[in-house]
């Protein structure tokens, strides 16, 4: 199935500004963009990002390759997403910043009945989806996850929720970093091990930056 | 499978004393407990419950029965469930403040490979486990989650990590109330929107109590 992935290349993460600098914004985003491309292939899919830019160039100290298709689209998330899905169904869209990401966890995705497979976020967001009816259209915002319910009752699409907790985890916020250092898989989980490590605060798991050498 | 649900009957959700009175801690945790319960006993699970203190009587306006034994355990969480294990394996372990908690999702943890089936909660705890190994021990604290996989290595079991937001979020505080609203689907989300709804705060899903009549 074809899947694309949005991704913010232009101001990455900025409710992460309180524990990561621009520059680590961005190659933090980058490491969560490529874990989510690679478990999209991994998972049999056909990966795509839609990017609001041109992706920079990654680090030459610790290059990280994007090994899908990359094009431009600066239009509103909400837009991207609509044309993705006019251009034809079946499609899946999997948000960029899912950092615990497994092949098994998106496999589950790509795999799921009804004529739409949907993944809702913490906090009510929609975390990715598959749809095979082409009237579908998204709406993203605050809660979307039970407008896109509605919206898929209103075009008698049938939905089935994909229960994972690896894919209802987009990292956008500091306790979100607790989840990645305690359960990723990938170069995100990696990158951030290098530079974070779990500390107990106020009784729970927080993250601190480690100490420099 | 046996599946123990340990309850505190004393003190609930300490840390939903911002949102809720002290009986209705006590009316919305016993209601959870009832979801838990009865997933299990529809997951085809044998539930059986061990409390801190025996349960309060029903609220009469509202009865909510608890359709499995009851025992009181009013020693610490670890020797509670420790002294299950060594009463005899298989056994799982579901805590009672799963409010999103589903048939099918009990199901996948009855149901998942190895010697270990874990569900680690949002922030590092474990919601939930099987064994069917005599020699596995918990030990419950912050970031619990991490030493039992330790313990598992080191009694050479095997484990599979159960990939479900519904059995990964337990309900502790304010922000988890949101999910509940969103996604239960049992008595608890029944007894949450009674009460509450959803409000967007500062741009976020939040949770206020509904205007009085």
Same mark, same amino acid.
């Given at each position: 199935?074809?899947?694309?992935? &949005?991704?913010?290349?232009?101001?990455?993460?900025?409710?992460?500004?309180?524990?990561?600098?621009? &520059?680590?914004?961005?190659?933090?985003? +980058?490491?969560?963009?490529?874990? !989510? @491309?690679?478990?999209?292939? =991994?998972?049999?899919?056909? #990966?795509?990002?839609?990017? %609001?830019?041109?992706?920079?160039?990654?680090d030459p100290a610790d290059p990280v390759?994007?090994?899908?298709?990359? %094009? !431009?689209?600066?239009?509103?998330? %909400?837009?991207?997403? *609509? $044309?993705?899905?006019? $251009?034809?169904? &079946?499609?899946?869209? @999997?948000?960029?910043?899912?950092?615990?990401?497994?092949? =098994?966890?998106?496999?589950?995705?790509?795999?799921?009945?009804?004529?739409?497979?949907? @993944?809702?976020?913490?906090?009510?967001? %929609? *975390?990715?989806?598959?749809?095979?009816? #082409?009237a579908f259209r998204v709406d993203y915002?605050?809660?979307?996850?039970?407008?896109?319910?509605?919206?898929? /009752?209103?075009?008698?699409?049938?939905?089935?929720?994909?229960?994972?907790?690896?894919?209802?985890?987009?990292?956008?916020?500091?306790?979100?970093?607790?989840? !990645?250092?305690?359960?990723?898989?990938?170069?995100? =989980?990696?990158?951030?091990?290098?530079?974070?490590?779990?500390?107990?605060?106020?009784?729970?798991?927080?993250? /601190?930056? +480690?100490?420099?050498?």
């Open positions: 199935m074809r899947v694309v992935v &949005p991704f913010d290349a232009a101001t990455p993460k900025t409710r992460l500004d309180d524990v990561l600098s621009v &520059p680590e914004r961005h190659a933090f985003s +980058r490491a969560m963009l490529v874990d !989510v @491309v690679d478990a999209v292939a =991994a998972a049999g899919g056909e #990966p795509s990002v839609v990017a %609001t830019a041109p992706l920079s160039d990654p390759d994007v090994d899908a298709p990359v %094009t !431009v689209d600066d239009r509103p998330l %909400t837009a991207c997403v *609509n $044309a993705q899905i006019e $251009a034809g169904v &079946p499609v899946a869209v @999997v948000m960029a910043d899912l950092g615990l990401v497994t092949p =098994a966890a998106v496999r589950r995705l790509l795999s799921a009945p009804g004529d739409l497979a949907i @993944v809702p976020g913490r906090g009510g967001g %929609t *975390n990715a989806f598959s749809t095979s009816h #082409p915002h605050d809660g979307s996850y039970l407008d896109h319910l509605r919206r898929a /009752r209103s075009i008698g699409a049938s939905v089935s929720e994909v229960d994972s907790a690896r894919l209802s985890t987009d990292v956008d916020e500091r306790a979100d970093l607790v989840e !990645v250092l305690l359960r990723g898989e990938g170069r995100a =989980a990696a990158w951030l091990r290098d530079r974070f490590e779990l500390a107990v605060e106020g009784g729970r798991l927080g993250v /601190r930056r +480690r100490d420099a050498d």
